[in-house]
């Protein structure tokens, strides 16, 4: 056994003689953080014995439980990947189960379908959504795409924070179920205007439409996304 080793099995052991309450982790310092925090996010840990087969007052790393144990042995020196097992991991990751690390999801970006425009008139309208950024938003991407039937009017769509917009993004071709180029407007987190356009045509009719819209980190993870209609032209 490793000097190293040999110092953790001893400040984990006597974290547990100490208290059932307290959690295991790399240090005593940070130990009731790691217990805190596993409450707070609705994981069970009551004590050693969450993790634990051994005899309250006598565990030790050999009597983890299978999984805790497999995480333990990966990353022995910080207890990273035993941290991610106990809490969780942040908004728009997944807990790998083989790894125990925390990895970016495919998180697809939501999407809202409506119609813009009168069935009497080819004037121009806009739909207006409020698009809510939760924590740790850096941008809001947004793109459109018209859908069928194929009409003279141009659907576009455009974010705005404030006095901030992104640039304009046109669907060019109605009716083909592709977006249009994704616009991004970096405005942090709170809430956003998502404008749906359709252009002034001399032909009248609505024109229908999904927007599509992800509120990201600055490393493109998704955070929380919510939107509600304001405006419906």
Known sequence: MTKKTTYLYKALTALCLVAASQFITTNASANPQIFSNAMSKGVKVTGCQSCHAGSPGQESRSDL??????????????????????NGCPAGQTLDPKTFLCTTAAVPPKTVTG????????????????VTCGTGTSYLAVSVSDLAPVKAPIVSIQATK?????????????????????????KGKGIYNMKVNKSASSVNGVETYTAQFACKTAAGVQTATTAVLKQNQ
């Open 115 to 130: 119609s813009v425009g009168l069935s009497t008139s080819g004037i121009a309208r806009t739909d207006v959504y409020n």
């Open 162 to 186: 404030g006095t901030a917009s992104s640039p304009l993004s046109q669907d060019s071709k109605d009716g083909d179920g592709v977006f249009s180029p994704e616009v991004k407007l970096a």
């Open 65 to 86: 439980k299978t999984n805790y144990y497999n995480a333990y042995i990966l990353d022995t020196s910080g207890l990273s990947r035993l941290k991610n097992l106990i």
